[in-house]
C-alpha cells in the first residue's frame, strides 16, 4: 500500500456517513514537449500496463490544463519520511530489502523500453517498519524510445534489449526477474491492447500508432524471456 502527499484538506462536505472531505494532493505535472512530444500517452499508458501487471509504480492521472492534456504523477508521501530520489549508494540496500519489487521493475522497465530509469525511484531503507518503493517517470520508454514513434515500436517488436543500462543491473535476483518477466508473458493480448488503445488520436499520438504499439507490446511479451536469457552478460541478475 502506498500514500501520497496531501497539499491541504480544504473543507468537509455536508453529506456522508463517512465524514467526506475535499482536498488537494501534490503532484508534477508533465507535459508533452519538442523534445518529448508523446510524453503524457506514455506516461499514461505506462501507468495502466503497470496497474494491469502490479508493477510498483507511483499512481497518477490525467488532467487539463490551458494548453490540453497533461499527465499529473502524484508525490509519494509517508507521514513523517522524507524520500528524495534513490541515491547510487543506496542500491545495494535497496535490492536487499526489495527483492520482489526489484526484480518486478527490471521485467517491466524492460518490457517497456524504459532506457531512462536513473535515479527515478522512491523507497525507504532506514525505517523498516514503513515500507516504500515505487518508481517514476516513463516518459522515455514506449513511443518515447527514439525520436520516431515508428522507430520505438519497431525496436520493440524486435528481440532487442533497449535498456542497456539500469540502476539495478548486477543487483536484481534471478528468482524474482524469471517470476515477473513470466507473468508479463502470460498477460492477456487484449489487456495490453486494451492498455494501449484510446480509441482515438490523443495529442501527437494518432489512434494508428496506439495500435501498432499494443501490437509490437503482445510480440515483446512472447520474446522476453529469450531477451532476458540472451543478454545476462549486461543484466548479471544474481541467484
Not at 514537449?33 to 495502466?48: D, F, G, I, K, T
Amino acid at each position: 500500500m502506498q500514500t501520497y502527499k496531501i497539499r491541504w484538506i480544504r473543507k468537509k462536505l455536508s453529506s456522508g456517513i463517512t465524514s467526506p472531505a475535499a482536498c488537494t494532493l501534490d503532484a508534477t505535472l508533465k507535459f508533452d514537449s519538442q523534445e518529448s512530444p508523446h510524453c503524457v500517452y506514455n506516461e499514461h499508458v505506462a501507468l495502466r500496463l503497470a496497474q494491469t501487471l502490479h508493477i510498483p509504480v507511483a499512481d497518477g492521472a490525467l488532467t487539463n490544463t490551458g494548453a490540453g492534456h497533461a499527465y499529473a504523477s502524484l508525490q509519494i508521501d509517508s507521514p513523517g519520511l522524507m524520500l528524495p530520489d534513490m541515491l547510487k549508494s543506496q542500491i545495494p540496500d535497496i535490492a536487499r530489502s526489495y527483492e520482489e519489487q526489484v526484480g518486478a521493475l527490471v521485467a517491466f522497465d524492460i518490457f517497456i523500453g524504459n532506457w531512462d530509469r536513473g535515479r527515478n525511484i522512491k523507497a525507504s531503507v532506514t525505517t523498516p517498519h514503513i515500507r516504500v518503493f515505487r518508481a517514476f517517470d516513463h516518459e522515455h520508454a514506449l513511443l518515447g524510445i527514439e525520436g520516431d514513434p515508428a522507430q520505438s515500436i519497431n525496436r520493440l517488436r524486435g528481440g532487442d534489449l533497449i535498456v542497456s543500462n539500469h540502476p539495478f543491473y548486477d543487483h536484481v535476483s534471478s528468482l524474482y526477474l524469471v517470476r515477473w518477466v513470466d507473468r508479463i508473458r502470460k498477460i492477456p493480448d487484449q489487456y495490453i491492447q486494451e492498455c494501449c488503445n484510446l480509441w482515438r488520436d490523443f495529442r501527437a499520438v494518432a489512434a494508428s500508432f496506439q495500435k501498432e504499439l499494443g501490437h509490437a507490446l503482445c510480440k515483446r511479451k512472447i520474446l522476453l524471456p529469450d531477451i532476458i536469457q540472451n543478454n545476462q552478460h549486461t543484466i548479471r541478475a544474481k541467484s
